[in-house]
């Protein structure tokens, strides 16, 4: 299936935007959804919605059949060994303060050490600044090239026995940065410490091997990878997962209650209080088989032809740079001249593309580039090369609306 049939699998596609027909060139950001995921969807509220866990009523049974199937999807996605490895979160961001909460707070002292990097987004940072303040531990950073790519000397470097915990996202969603999970992950384990892997950006566009990858943590969402919002999930490994503490409390995550003290579920169950995402964990679980379906060496290789197009296409484009290496995933990010990225939004916007500008919730990242903002166009399965064309054509009438600049 080409990208031009895939396309009309996804209806908000097919509209215009200003009078023009729609690109959208923000996958990153979130993802759109296909019809397949729609109709689960819209079967769950027509046809068994319920509470799971609960009733054994038909409803119930039926919904909790749904909601624990698209957990096993997500095993098999990640290729985790057990369900009891996959805990449903609101997306990675709730994920990775799940780790730094449960995991953190329990294992992390004063003196000891978090390493990250100046790419990572916002929430693989702010959840490790705060365990520092709570105990006294460090924060530390490993550098980046010239080109926004991680250099394995100095990870060896930056990481030492004092470290308890190495945080990094797979894929950067500014630079388009593939990381070296597997080696990081070495280096990690042979100093003692654990590694939590935002995958974010990297689940929806590449295959994730858990095992293979030997991390101890990885968390993605649902909305990137053409599923629901407000959906996640984590992946822990189980004898980690088995001697963290749950941090939220309530319904279904119990297993007794006195009137001074409780005790909990089994995973993962220990993990999810509360009444569950139940639609976006069954909406999550068929965009899974969409992606599986398409199968991730067709993604991967779409999304490189569509990078290099970009390449080539933009390269005529004076006064444009182009952050990150060249080997990169389906992010272009960039910035025209001295025109501020939300300009350069408008202009395209009245093009019908869109695309993101501002900080990318990677302000980090922003002041080590030198700058205060980017734009960026993302791309996904529905992408073509048509869309990179109306981009070229698109900022070329940015940089004449704004040619004073230029003068």
Known sequence: MNAYEIKKLFPLLDQQVNGNPLVYLDSAATSQ???QVIEKLDDYYRRYNSNVHRGVHTLGTMATDEYEGARDKVRTFLNATSLEEIIFTRGTTTALNLVARSYGDDY???????????????????????????????????????????????????V????????IMHVSNVLGTINPIKEIAKIAHKHGAVIAVDGAQGAPHMKVDVQELNVDFYAFSGHKMGGPT????????RALLNKMEP??????????????????????????G????????????????????????????????????????????????????????????????????????TV???EGIAVRAGHHCAQPLMKWLNVVATARASFYVYNTKEDIDALANGLVKAKEYFSDVFS
Do not use: C
Not at 230 to 237: N, Q, R, V
Not at 300 to 310: F, I, P, T
């Open 33 to 35: 959804k296909p019809i």
């Open 108 to 158: 992390v002292h004063e003196g000891d050490e978090i390493v990250i990097t100046p790419m990572e987004h916002h929430s693989n940072v702010i959840p490790w600044q705060q365990l520092v303040k709570r105990t006294g531990a460090v924060l530390k950073y490993i550098p980046l090239q010239a080109d926004g790519t991680i250099d394995l000397v100095d990870v060896e470097k930056t």
């Open 160 to 167: 030492t026995e004092r470290t308890k915990i190495v945080s």
């Open 230 to 237: 407000g959906i996640g999930a984590l992946y822990g490994k």
């Open 247 to 272: 941090i939220e409390f309530g319904g279904e995550m119990i297993d007794f209650v006195g009137l001074q003290d409780s005790t909990w579920k089994e995973l993962p169950w220990k993990f999810e």
């Open 274 to 345: 509360g009444t569950p995402i139940i639609a976006g964990a069954i909406g999550m679980g068929a965009a899974i088989d969409f992606v599986t379906d398409l199968g991730f060496n067709e993604i991967e290789q779409h999304e490189k032809v569509l990078v290099d197009y970009s390449f080539e296409r933009l390269a005529d484009l004076n006064d444009l740079t182009i952050f990150g290496p060249k080997h990169r995933a389906g992010v272009v990010t960039f910035q025209l001249g001295d025109v501020h990225p939300h300009d350069v939004a």
């Open 348 to 350: 395209l916007d009245a």
